[in-house]
């Protein structure tokens, strides 16, 4: 999104499950590829709080990686 950004989403597509796939880039590199399957902007920038989040409390990337993938909504 923002490139100014530390930590941002590039590359954003829906996908087959009604959400979106993206890749984070954090510092002008890109660190991962993400499947959401709740749709929405919103959802994607929810996402990326998630992972700096997941990054900063020493949650390794897979796990964030399987536990957005299937995350169905509130």
């Known amino acids: 999104m923002a490139e100014a ?6 590359d954003v ?3 087959a499950h009604g959400g979106n796939n993206f890749t984070a880039w954090r510092a002008g590199a890109p660190i991962a590829e993400f499947q ?9 920038l929810n996402a990326l709080a998630s992972i700096a989040v997941a990054e900063h409390v020493g949650i390794p990337r897979d796990i964030a990686q399987a536990t957005l993938r299937s995350y169905r909504g509130a």
Not at 5 to 10: G, I, K, Q
Not at 36 to 44: A, E, Q
């Open 13 to 15: 597509c829906a996908n």
């Open 36 to 44: 959401l399957r709740v749709p929405g902007k919103h959802n994607v």
């Open 5 to 10: 950004n530390d930590l941002r989403a590039e």
